[in-house]
Every structure is written in C-alpha cells, then in structure tokens.
C-alpha cells in the first residue's frame, strides 16, 4: 500500500517552454503533498507544500511564479515548471502522506513518487 | 529551522558486516524520525521511522535508535547484503514544519561482497 505514481519518470524539453509534472497518490488519500528538488548526489530539498483545495506554501528562494503548484483533488497534485531554463534541469520528487486516522496524535508516514527527470536544453 | 546533520557521508563495509549512520537535529520539537533508502535514479523509499515517544524500534536487520537528550537518532543495519547498497538519508519533522521533512545530506552505502 501507499503508493505515489509520478509522472513523467524523464523529460526533455527546450528551454523557454514549460513541462507539469503529475504525482498521484494511489492507494490512498493525501490533504498534502510535498514538492522536492534533488541535484546529482545532494540530499533533498523541500520547495514546496501543496495542500489540497488551497494555495500551495512555498519555501524561501523557490519562485511561485514560476513553479506553479496545483492540489485539485486529495489523490493528485501537479507541478509546472513555466518558461524553463538549463538551470532548472534537475531531479524533481513529489511525495504525499495519507490523512491521519481520527484522534491519532502523530502525522502518516510520507511517501515518494519515483521522480522526474527534468533536462532543460 | 530544523538543521540535521548526517554522517558519515560515504560508508563501506563487508558483507555480514554492520552499518551504522547517525544522525543529530536541532530542533527540540521534532518528534518525527524517519529513515530513506533511495536507489539510483529512484525516489526514497522508506525503511523504518521512530516517533519521540520511544527510544528504539526494530525490524528484521534495521534498527533506528533515538536519543531525545543529545538530539540525535542511528540507523543501525546488520548482516549487511550487497542489494543494500543504496542512499541512505534521515530526516526530522515537527508541527512548526507543517511535518515537512527535513533531510540529512545522505550516506553513500556499498556494501561489498
């Protein structure tokens, strides 16, 4: 259980244009979901927060306007990367965590897509 | 804002040996702990998680032990495979974070046959 599919595992785009990224929860329903960005052998970092029926809580130095996030159902949230450049080529992770069971005082385990491979050229 | 610190970042060890990676954080209100394997080219996966209230959880060869006092938490694997070569990252998480996780830079694990 607690599958994220992501979607596409690879793309290859020319820069200026703009490329969405699809991550859906599979087997279960996510009131959040978490964008990260992983450059070749770093560790994650968190971009984003998208929260499910609302505006998605960007971290500092991530650009809104420019990666524009969309949480329109509690199995699916999207990432578009807008007019992209070489520099936004990189590993891009989503992850979701089921909703918590009533009255329980801890969050579920979050779980990640596969990731996309974004290459600007 | 939470800051953890992973080491070491690269580790070798024999097969059937252990492994052991720690971690340390600095944010006292995280009380989230989990541990991610992640393959090359895939997403982390994780592995095992320990929350604030215990000191120390087991699962088959993988075991995470937590010290809340010094603010750091060890992931401990034995009889170590060679399929357990892989990324290794912690992470902590707290409500003040939205239960974001925050990442350690990752131990580089080859287990060597």
């Known amino acids: 259980g607690a599958v994220v599919s992501q979607h596409p595992s690879r793309v290859i785009c020319k820069s200026g244009t703009s490329v969405k990224i699809e991550c859906r929860s599979l087997?279960?329903?996510?009131?959040?979901m978490f964008w990260y960005r992983q450059f070749p052998k770093q560790s994650l970092m968190l971009m984003a927060t998208s929260n499910e029926g609302s505006k998605a809580t960007y971290e500092q130095g991530v650009e809104k306007d420019k990666f524009l996030i969309n949480h329109a159902s509690l199995t699916l949230s999207t990432l578009t990367v807008t007019s992209a450049h070489p520099e936004d080529s990189s590993f891009y992770i989503c992850?979701?965590?089921?909703?918590?069971?009533?009255?329980?005082?801890?969050?579920?385990?979050?779980?990640f897509g596969n990731g996309t491979r974004l290459t600007v050229t | 804002g939470e800051n953890v610190e992973q080491h070491p970042s690269t580790l070798s060890v024999q097969e059937g040996d252990s492994a052991v990676i720690k971690c340390t954080y600095s944010?006292?209100?995280?009380?989230?702990f989990p541990w991610y394997k992640q393959e090359l080219g895939k997403g982390p996966q994780l592995i095992i998680d320990i929350r604030s209230n215990v000191g120390e959880k087991k699962d088959q060869r993988i075991a995470v032990t937590l010290n809340k006092t010094a603010k750091h938490f060890s992931l401990h694997i034995t009889e170590t495979q060679p399929e357990d070569s892989a990324v290794y990252f912690c992470a902590a998480s707290n409500l003040n974070s939205g239960y974001a996780l925050n990442f350690g830079k990752g131990t580089s694990l080859l287990v060597t046959p």
């Open positions: 992850s979701a965590r089921p909703i918590a069971a009533p009255g329980s005082s801890y969050n579920s385990p979050l779980h």
């Open positions: 087997d279960f329903q996510a009131t959040t």
């Open positions: 944010d006292s209100a995280s009380n989230y």
